[in-house]
């Protein structure tokens, strides 16, 4: 079974950047489409980023789309999200999550695997 560890939230001013990462450990990292979601409380799970298994392929979010840039490394087991000019509105819990299998990119419900989350304030 695959693990998942967000780290790199914290508390950035508006305009600032912030690099987010999520290290898999167990099960084949390689073989796992990620994504990166965000709660804020009272709020359903909502997409902002996915990557495909080879990473050729990435999708966004339209409210974070030419600000924040979705890789992974799969020597080093980690998928990243660097996260620019951001906006109070992108604070939030942050989760990476792992995919098997050809389903929806952008539906959190299509996910089989959750990281813990990490905190991103952004104060104005």
């Known amino acids: 079974q695959m693990q998942l560890v967000e780290s790199g939230g914290g508390l950035v001013h508006t305009g600032g950047s912030l690099r987010l990462a999520c290290t898999a450990s167990?099960?084949?990292?390689?073989?796992?489409?990620m994504g990166w979601f965000r709660q804020t409380p009272g709020k359903e799970r909502e997409f902002v980023a996915a990557?495909?298994?080879?990473?050729?392929?990435?999708y966004y979010a339209d409210s974070v789309k030419g600000r924040f840039a979705i890789s992974r490394d799969n020597a080093k087991n980690t998928m990243y999200l660097v996260m620019n000019t951001l906006r109070p509105e992108d604070t939030a819990v942050y989760y990476c999550a792992a995919r098997f299998g050809l389903r929806s990119v952008r539906d959190n419900k299509d996910y089989d695997i959750w990281g813990q989350g990490t905190q991103v304030t952004v104060s104005s």
């Open positions: 167990g099960r084949t990292f390689s073989s796992a489409a």
């Open positions: 990557i495909s298994w080879s990473g050729g392929s990435t």
